[in-house]
């Protein structure tokens, strides 16, 4: 298995939802990565877990929680998001944090907030 | 600050031509540099992944060099085809990767 599975592929919630969205990866690869994609613009780290543990937060704000329960599995958990979170949301794996290998990406799902 | 640019942001030719994607960086301290594609509201596709110790890579008709020295890479396109059509972004790899803002090919029939 090569790829990195995201599920759902498209998501409407309202402001005062909650949701999660899921990845998984059987690759055996311990770095996992978070990115949200505005529309025309290049894709932007939101989190990156190494080894199960949290490495990485850009900054991001609470609204968006990171959870990483197994090494396979990468989940996002939403509340009380803002219509401009609307974007598209990456996840991607490698095998290691920050080192000379390639990362994969999943096909992303595709949120919007009214 | 570690910089990838990307140019041109667009372009557009006829189909059957070769054409080259630029991309440079600032930080020449790369792990890798990879190319990927994105279809319109899809994820992305890795084309080739370049490792800092080497100068090039080949799949089909692609061909990616890098050359950390002058900070940059070029993706050759060669025979292009309307299927080719989408955005093509770089990737230098540091301890986290950064993007390019992408190229969008389209190639007409």
């Known amino acids: 298995d090569t790829e990195v599975t995201q599920t759902p592929k498209h998501l409407v919630m309202g402001m005062t939802n909650k949701k999660s969205l899921k990845c998984e990866q059987h690759?055996?690869?311990?770095?996992m990565y978070w990115y949200k994609q505005k529309a025309k613009k290049p894709p932007e780290l939101m989190f990156v877990y190494s080894y199960e543990k949290l490495s990485i937060n850009e900054s991001v704000p609470s609204r968006f929680s990171p959870e990483c329960p197994n090494s396979s599995l990468l989940n996002l958990h939403l509340h009380a998001l803002q219509p401009e979170d609307s974007a598209l949301y990456l996840c991607?794996?490698?095998?290691?944090?920050?080192?000379?290998?390639?990362?994969?990406f999943g096909s992303g799902t595709r949120l919007t907030v009214v | 600050k570690q910089e990838v640019t990307q140019i041109p942001a667009a372009l557009s030719v006829p189909e059957g031509e070769n054409l080259v994607l630029n991309c440079s960086f600032t930080d020449s301290a790369i792990y890798n540099l990879q190319w990927f594609r994105q279809d319109p509201g899809k994820g992305l596709t890795s084309l080739l992944l370049i490792q800092s110790s080497q100068r090039e890579q080949t799949s089909g008709r692609l061909n990616a060099s890098l050359d950390k020295s002058s900070g940059r890479s070029t993706l050759y396109i060669a025979a292009s085809q309307p299927g080719d059509s989408a955005t093509y972004l770089c990737?230098?790899?540091?301890?986290?990767?950064?993007f390019g803002a992408g190229t969008r090919l389209t190639v007409k029939p």
């Open positions: 991607a794996s490698s095998p290691r944090e920050g080192t000379n290998y390639g990362y994969t």
């Open positions: 690759m055996g690869h311990r770095a």
């Open positions: 990737a230098a790899s540091y301890n986290d990767m950064r």
